[in-house]
T-cell receptor
């Protein structure tokens, strides 16, 4: 089976840094994805990790440790537009399974 | 063109109606997906097509019937739906089955 855990909600101030953790237990592992989803809109792809380590892409970075079944998404220099749900998704043996999502609220 | 399009954006249908959702991509992707997403829940996989052939059916009720007429198009035919089928239906595509998926804007379906 698939078990993907991430916090339900996080709040941070504009300009700050927020780290969203994701732990997973899945049958098979073929990569971990992070998606951003604004309310009422489709998920948009943010990052992909398949090997251990940190992937940096502008203000967003994602880290993976396969031995620990752990990933995090780091959002730096937070902007109001970053208020959204962030979905951790793991590609297992045959399909992509999503965590429940972390709602990030950025306050001025 | 890095866009997945879906029509219609909104659909209201009765339990005896037959309707279809449409999805299109022109990125040359060979895998296409249907997901169902309820409010405040993550997307749930329904079907996967790979090279125009159905490769995964996540035990979806037969009142949902997918169709892939060609490599750019994916349809979802709906018949005799229940009110609990009301949700956001998302289409996605990827280069192959393992790659990052690009999602369309979704069709918000209400069954009355």
């Amino acid at each position: 089976g698939q078990n993907i855990d991430q916090p339900t909600e996080m709040t941070a101030t504009e300009g700050a840094i927020v780290q969203i953790n994701c732990t997973y237990q899945t049958s098979g592992f073929n990569g971990l994805f992070w998606y951003q989803q604004h309310a009422g809109e489709a998920p948009t792809f943010l990052s992909y990790n398949v090997l251990d380590g940190l992937e940096e892409k502008g203000r967003f970075s994602s880290f993976l440790s396969r031995s620990k079944g752990y990933s995090y998404l780091l959002l730096k220099e937070l902007q109001m537009k970053d208020s959204a749900s962030y979905l951790c998704a793991v590609k297992g043996d045959y399909k992509l399974s999503f965590g429940a999502g972390t709602t990030v609220t950025v306050r001025a | 063109d890095t866009e997945v399009t879906q029509t219609p954006k909104h659909l209201v249908m009765g339990m005896t109606n037959k309707k279809s959702l449409k999805c299109e991509q022109h990125m040359g992707h060979r895998a296409m997906y249907w997901y169902k997403q309820k409010a405040k829940k993550p997307p749930e996989l329904m079907f996967v097509y790979s090279y125009e052939k159905l490769s995964i059916n996540e035990s979806v009720p037969s009142r949902f019937s997918p169709e892939c007429p060609n490599s750019s198009l994916l349809n979802l035919h709906l018949h005799a739906l229940q009110p609990e089928d009301s949700a956001l239906y998302l289409c996605a595509s990827s280069q192959g089955e393992g790659g990052e998926q690009y999602f369309g804007p979704g069709t918000r379906l209400t069954v009355t």
